[in-house]
């Protein structure tokens, strides 16, 4: 393939496909490229940008002062350096500051210059057209009974066994909305839910509707976490462990034990181990991104780690560690990694920083992660609009429960009504 601007030959991205993208092409002269997408194999163009906002930063584990440097794909920086764990960072873009690598800006400025003035406007358009109606939306076509997505889907049975990580009912809980990290006086007691897309099998927009819903936790399907035992059982074989990432887990475990606390095993297993590596992130576009020990704004004695950052950085999730050994997954809208700078109100008056508002959304990292990928699993089957018979055993289970419960908590609207406020 031979690249639009410049005319040199183009390297193919050696990346698995993703249910968005197909395959990459790129010019390693103007870095111009060219991307195949979805089912229907749109294929769209790079369009040019100035070189001080077409880079992201590269970040990696193992580059000192990563910011400084432009990512440049493959796992290399814009200067040359190789990591095996590069990557741009999603949370903020690079150049035009004091601290950049002079030889990533010396080489992004002679990029911005291969390209023709003429091709800097209105270059970054699709080359395939539009693609063709989906025949599945074709006016008074009959879906399967167990297509997902449509008001009339029928649900097979659950295959309940003595494995299924999902109960067939919900304990009886002593606490409703808030649960506690911590025994006796010196417990913490968070407001408990789960903050994530709705997942209705009825409706493939209903996760589209509202952006992070909370569902209370009477809303979700009850595991049972004793089952729970930090080996990823239920994930299959999670593979060796990377040597790239046992420093990241290492230096967080060794700052813990300076403060009496460990670093849960699941929570490295999730971090290092190969097949679990990244696997929040293969499934929602999200960044598991582990930094601390951070101090609780709850306790001076108790400590955070950071574990997922939503793709926008406005939610966060970390591992909350408590002082006498107990820990479980939390989550804030606050980055606690960076200081917050000065805010003033209208009148130039100094506002002082909100207080930090914690939610508790499992007992465990394993937990979270089994809950996370399921309900991720499930979103994309229904927006695909897969087959519920095709479902694997857990996620069924998961989707049949979910049902049940949305059901006992809200009837569901008649079919011929829209709802009249977003589920949740």
Known sequence: MR???????????DEPPTRWRRETWECPWCRATAT????????????????????????????????????????????????????????????????????????????????????????????????????????GRIPPPDELGHPATELPPARWSPHTRVLAAPPPDPDPGHRTIGAGPAAVRLPAHWLGATIDPYRRDAHRWTVFPRHSLDTLPPLDEASFT???AWFGQTGGALDHRTPVTDRIAAALAADGLALPADFTALITRSRLHRCLDRASGYRTDPVGPLPSPLHPDDRLVLLLREAQNCHLW???????GSSAVVHTDRDLTTERGE?????????????????????????????????????????????ATDLDPEHLAYLTSLTSLAHHVRPRQPQDRAPTRPCS
Do not use: N, Q
């Open 343 to 387: 805010r003033y109100g209208p009148d130039g008056e100094l506002v002082p920083p909100s207080p930090v508002e914690l939610s508790w959304c499992a007992p465990s990292t394993e937990v979270f992660a089994y809950r996370f990928l399921a309900r991720a699993a499930l979103l994309h089957a229904i927006e695909d609009r897969g087959r």
């Open 3 to 13: 690249c639009e601007v410049c005319g040199h030959a183009m390297a193919k991205w």
């Open 230 to 232: 930090g080996d990823y």
């Open 318 to 324: 970390y591992l909350y560690l408590h002082r006498d």
């Open 36 to 139: 195949t997408h979805g089912p229907e194999l749109r294929v769209s163009r790079s369009p040019y940008a100035p070189w001080e906002m077409r880079w992201e930063r590269a970040v990696s584990d193992l580059l000192p002062e990563p910011g400084r440097h432009a990512y440049a794909h493959p796992r290399r920086t814009l200067c040359g350096i190789g990591r095996p764990d590069l990557s741009g960072s999603p949370f903020g873009m690079w150049g035009g500051s004091d601290g950049d690598c002079p030889a990533c800006t010396a080489e992004a400025l002679a990029v911005d210059a291969r390209w023709p003035e003429h091709l800097r406007e209105g270059f970054g358009d699709f080359l395939a057209p539009e693609p063709e109606p989906d025949p599945r939306d074709a006016p």
